[in-house]
């Protein structure tokens, strides 16, 4: 049996494994297949002068660094975060208290990219994808149940 209860791994995991598999369709569809994924067709979003446009988004300047595309780095991201999820669940000892302490930082590092890209998407692209977009909420979900987790735990990070 593992560190978290039930609940607290079920929270840990699901937002990291939707955001996975969102990323996982954009790579397969857009990447591979070259396709648009699916509900990727470009219709006016409720947002004034924003349109739901997932091809505007993908085939930007903005959607890769160095080559490597950003569903990939996201994907790549959501990986590392269930096996730190696991590592500290399952782990012993020094293993766990690197992990649980890694998750934390590492999730901080994801939240301080996301207003960059929306950011991105909202202003420069008027464009937002669907995928993203889900990307971006499972990364801010994530961020609150860590720190939900810490405030619970009653402990500060050890260095």
Do not use: Q
């Not at 209860?5 to 397969?28: E, N, P, R």
């Not at 991201?77 to 269930?82: A, D, G, M, Q, S």
């Amino acid at each position: 049996m593992g560190k978290l209860a039930g609940t607290w791994l079920a929270l840990m995991l699901t937002f990291s494994l939707i955001g996975l598999f969102a990323s996982s369709i954009v790579i397969y569809t857009y990447y591979y297949l070259r396709e648009l994924p699916p509900l990727c067709t470009s219709f006016k979003s409720p947002f004034p002068g924003i349109t739901i446009d997932c091809e505007r988004v993908l085939s930007s300047k903005y959607s890769d660094i160095g080559g490597v595309p950003l569903d990939l780095l996201a994907a790549i991201w959501f990986v590392i975060n269930i096996i730190l999820v696991l590592l500290y669940d399952l782990g012993s000892g020094n293993a766990a208290a690197f992990a649980i302490n890694a998750l934390f930082y590492w999730r901080f590092l994801g939240i301080i990219v996301v207003p960059y890209l929306i950011f991105v998407e909202v202003y420069l692209l008027n464009a937002l994808c669907v995928y993203c977009t889900i990307m971006h909420v499972m990364i801010i979900i994530d961020f609150t149940v860590i720190t939900i987790f810490f405030t619970k735990l009653k402990r500060p990070l050890k260095a």
